[in-house]
């Protein structure tokens, strides 16, 4: 009763009586559930560590119902990768893949941690994964077209593509998410269609200005592609076509750059 009662003020965000029921249910009946419970609280309230804590003492009690695990080591990887920590999310989702695992979530997740290591191929392998297991859901069309769209080695970047997985990500939100706009306009961006991109990237920022990069639009106003690095390596870059025009960098800053002759 303690436990749903906890699920029942996680679900209102009541976050403080969530945790409280948890606790006590916990110590009632140690068992996994209510650790994972509450680490879920904790995860949805921000406190990682925590939340990685509880997610591992759940799985030191080695429940046995199919599926449990997994849900676990992708809850934990997700703690770890919003804590930057990339070697300990890739640990736990290779181990919920091991397992057998058919929910796309952890392919996912995996891909986008392939590509802040900058293993792209592997990164789009694992896109593809997921959207075989779930062709009908929008985020591994969304991931792999943004990919697609703004990858610094070229290799990778494909236009057609793109915009193709970028539409159906829009299509599979009903075209009401912002986040699947901005890819869409990324992706056309990345085709030379920039009135398209200018397009798509203001619906963007009607539907959710604090979702998307207001630097876009004056990339594409530009003429101008996105080419994006990673979290740990900074902001959108842009290219600079005449060997007049500049870039100011900040002292501190780490600038990487790719000359073309």
Known sequence: ?????????????????????????ARLKPDWLPYYN???????KGEEDRAIVDFTKALKFNPKQEGVRQTVLISRAHAHFNQEKDEP???????????????????????????VRHDYGRSLADYEKAIS?????????????????????????????????????????????ADALETLAAAYAEAGQFDEAIKFQTKAVEIDPKMVDDMRLALYRHRQPVRELNRKEGDAVTNLPEPKESLAIKVGQKFTARLEV
């Open 38 to 44: 509450r680490g879920v609280a904790y995860h949805d």
């Open 133 to 177: 297991l779930a062709p009908n859901e929008a985020r591994a069309y969304r991931a792999e077209a943004y990919l697609l769209s703004v990858c610094p080695m070229p290799k990778y970047r494909d236009a057609k593509k793109a915009i193709a997985y970028a539409t159906k990500a829009c299509e599979l939100d009903e075209w009401k998410e």
């Open 89 to 115: 999310a890739l640990a736990d989702l290779n181990a919920a893949i091991k397992l057998g695992v058919k929910d796309p979530d952890p392919y996912v997740l995996r891909g986008i941690v392939h590509k």
């Open 1 to 25: 009763a303690l436990n749903d009662r906890g699920l029942a003020y996680k679900d209102k965000k009541d976050f403080a009586r969530a945790i409280a029921d948890f606790t006590e249910a």
